[in-house]
């Protein structure tokens, strides 16, 4: 009996001298794996234009109909994408989204990835869906996302009010 406990507090003192496996996440971000799927991200070319073309086959692809795309066509004044179409209204309702990767898939011109950002909270059922602003990826910044430009709840197409069940 004596040497259990004596093994017991031997294990206690040589856990304390190892170093914590905690991370201070605030200030401190784990790095994610390679093939993680986090938050959508719509690229743009090199030189600016965006890559989607508003061609709606990732909002057909998506088993969860989590995507809502409108398309607009391109003019010689104001030119967004390439092709004759970019799409005028991207927009991504995040609590249906299952990050499955066949928005992704679907997609012609690599327009659309998951990438490897973790951070998704909502206060509220606006705030969950993504509009384009928020999804486009910042000119010149080689990749790298800024902070929101657009702020959650504001809508470039009508949305139906959402009532809270508890009022």
Same mark, same amino acid.
């Given at each position: 009996?004596?040497?259990?406990?004596?093994?017991?507090?031997?294990?206690?003192?040589?856990?304390?001298?190892?170093?914590?496996?905690?991370?201070?996440?605030?200030?401190?971000?784990?790095?994610?794996?390679?093939?993680?799927?986090?938050?959508?991200?719509?690229?743009? $070319?090199d030189n600016g234009l965006e890559k989607c073309i508003g061609c709606s086959l @990732?909002?057909? &692809? #998506? +088993?969860?109909? !989590? *995507?809502?795309?409108?398309?607009?066509?391109?003019?010689?004044?104001?030119?967004?994408?390439?092709?004759?179409?970019?799409?005028?209204? $991207?927009?991504?309702?995040?609590?249906?989204?299952?990050?499955?990767?066949? @928005?992704?898939? &679907? #997609? +012609?011109?690599? !327009? *659309?990835?998951?990438?490897?950002?973790?951070?998704?909270?909502?206060?509220?059922?606006?705030?969950?869906?993504?509009?384009?602003?928020?999804?486009?990826?910042?000119?010149?910044?080689?990749?790298?996302?800024?902070?929101?430009?657009?702020?959650?709840?504001?809508?470039?197409?009508?949305?139906?009010?959402?009532?809270?069940?508890?009022?």
């Amino acid at each position: 009996m004596f040497s259990e406990i004596t093994r017991g507090l031997l294990t206690t003192l040589k856990s304390m001298t190892e170093k914590p496996v905690t991370i201070q996440y605030p200030e401190e971000k784990r790095p994610v794996r390679t093939r993680f799927k986090g938050r959508h991200i719509l690229k743009r $070319y090199d030189n600016g234009l965006e890559k989607c073309i508003g061609c709606s086959l @990732c909002a057909a &692809a #998506c +088993p969860a109909d !989590a *995507i809502f795309v409108e398309s607009a066509e391109n003019t010689d004044e104001k030119r967004y994408s390439p092709g004759e179409r970019y799409a005028s209204t $991207y927009e991504i309702n995040m609590l249906r989204c299952i990050f499955c990767g066949y @928005c992704e898939d &679907a #997609c +012609p011109t690599e !327009a *659309i990835i998951l990438g490897d950002i973790y951070e998704l909270s909502f206060t509220d059922r606006r705030q969950s869906i993504y509009t384009k602003e928020m999804l486009i990826e910042p000119v010149g910044e080689g990749g790298k996302l800024t902070p929101q430009k657009t702020p959650p709840g504001v809508f470039t197409r009508s949305v139906p009010e959402m009532k809270n069940p508890q009022d």
